[in-house]
């Protein structure tokens, strides 16, 4: 594969152990992907760096504006990006499918779905930096994933159980980079057939127009079964072949010229016709 960049959308409770799976991921992604190159873009260190010490809910939303920027950054240089965030909201996600979107690369949501019994656990074995009614009450305002097709995870990891998190991740890469290529394909194919309707309706108009315009002038009325004939079996033999305008014209004017045969005194209806 070429070096297609995405987003990857960490969601989940604090202490499920998502800042683990980022750093995992971009571990792995680096060292098995020639020339791949990830950034994990955590609000926690933004919030470090604008205000050291106790949380402050009034610099929120300079953190989330410096966090999208960040993120934005990065993916406009093509780099896979890795939100390490709670994105518990489903607004939170979607502003980071908008952004997604805007560059134009695809975006993956990854739920940690550690349980809550265990994340409050894990949380008091690092020195409980969270308190654990935060995380009781993220837990109970926690965006489920019910609600927008768009806002369905790609794949849901319990730390909890997972064996081998290496294994997983090497999978989930794997699983990503075949979600691109058919999705991918899937673009192309879209794109072709879009030309080819376009076309197909150009082919329709063009021959309409041209008959219509040679039996306003046609002697003998006998021949408009023929002529309406002739029309569909040139339609049906060049349709999804893609031409010019004045190519249609020359092509559909020559054809029905050569199948039908002018006679004495209906020179006339040819006089529009454009060689």
Same mark, same amino acid.
């Given at each position: 594969?070429?070096?297609?960049?995405?987003?990857?959308?960490?969601?989940?409770?604090?202490?499920?152990?998502?800042?683990?799976?980022?750093?995992?991921?971009?571990?792995?992604?680096?060292?098995?992907?020639?020339?791949?190159?990830?950034?994990?873009?955590?609000?926690?260190?933004?919030?470090?760096?604008?205000?050291?010490?106790?949380?402050?809910?009034?610099?929120?939303?300079?953190?989330?504006?410096?966090?999208?920027?960040?993120?934005?950054?990065?993916?406009?240089?093509?780099?896979?990006?890795?939100?390490?965030?709670?994105?518990?909201?489903?607004?939170?996600?979607?502003?980071?499918?908008?952004?997604?979107?805007?560059?134009?690369?695809?975006?993956?949501?990854?739920?940690?779905?550690?349980?809550?019994?265990?994340?409050?656990?894990?949380?008091?074995?690092?020195?409980?930096?969270?308190?654990?009614?935060?995380?009781?009450?993220?837990?109970?305002?926690?965006?489920?994933?019910?609600?927008?097709?768009?806002?369905?995870?790609?794949?849901?990891?319990?730390?909890?159980?997972?064996?081998?998190?290496?294994?997983?991740?090497?999978?989930?890469?794997?699983?990503?980079?075949?979600?691109?290529? +058919? !999705?991918?394909?899937?673009? $192309?194919?879209?794109?072709?057939?879009?030309? =080819?309707?376009?076309?197909? #309706?150009? &082919? *329709?108009?063009?021959?309409?127009?041209?008959?219509?315009?040679?039996?306003?002038? +046609? !002697?003998?009325?006998?021949? $408009?079964?023929?002529?309406?004939?002739?029309? =569909?079996?040139?339609?049906? #033999?060049? &349709? *999804?072949?893609?031409?010019?305008?004045?190519?249609?014209?020359?092509?559909?004017?020559?054809?029905?010229?050569?199948?039908?045969?002018?006679?004495?005194?209906?020179?006339?209806?040819?006089?529009?016709?454009?060689?």
């Amino acid at each position: 594969m070429s070096k297609p960049n995405y987003l990857i959308i960490l969601c989940g409770l604090p202490a499920s152990g998502k800042s683990t799976f980022a750093y995992r991921f971009k571990s792995i992604l680096e060292m098995t992907r020639e020339n791949a190159q990830a950034i994990i873009v955590d609000p926690d260190r933004i919030r470090k760096e604008l205000y050291p010490g106790f949380f402050n809910y009034k610099k929120e939303s300079l953190v989330r504006r410096k966090n999208l920027t960040q993120i934005q950054k990065a993916l406009k240089k093509g780099i896979v990006v890795i939100s390490d965030d709670l994105n518990y909201y489903t607004s939170m996600r979607h502003d980071l499918k908008n952004v997604a979107e805007k560059f134009e690369v695809p975006f993956y949501i990854i739920h940690i779905s550690t349980p809550l019994e265990q994340c409050v656990i894990w949380n008091k074995q690092r020195g409980k930096p969270i308190p654990s009614e935060v995380i009781h009450k993220i837990d109970e305002k926690f965006d489920f994933f019910n609600t927008y097709a768009w806002d369905k995870p790609f794949n849901t990891f319990n730390l909890l159980e997972i064996k081998d998190l290496e294994e997983s991740i090497k999978l989930l890469i794997k699983q990503i980079e075949q979600d691109i290529k +058919l !999705n991918t394909e899937k673009a $192309i194919m879209h794109k072709s057939q879009k030309i =080819k309707n376009r076309f197909n #309706e150009k &082919l *329709d108009q063009i021959t309409r127009k041209i008959v219509n315009s040679f039996l306003k002038d +046609l !002697n003998d009325n006998s021949l $408009i079964p023929k002529i309406l004939m002739l029309r =569909k079996e040139f339609i049906k #033999e060049n &349709l *999804d072949k893609v031409m010019s305008t004045s190519e249609i014209n020359k092509n559909f004017t020559y054809f029905l010229k050569t199948q039908l045969k002018e006679e004495k005194g209906n020179s006339s209806p040819w006089k529009n016709f454009k060689k």
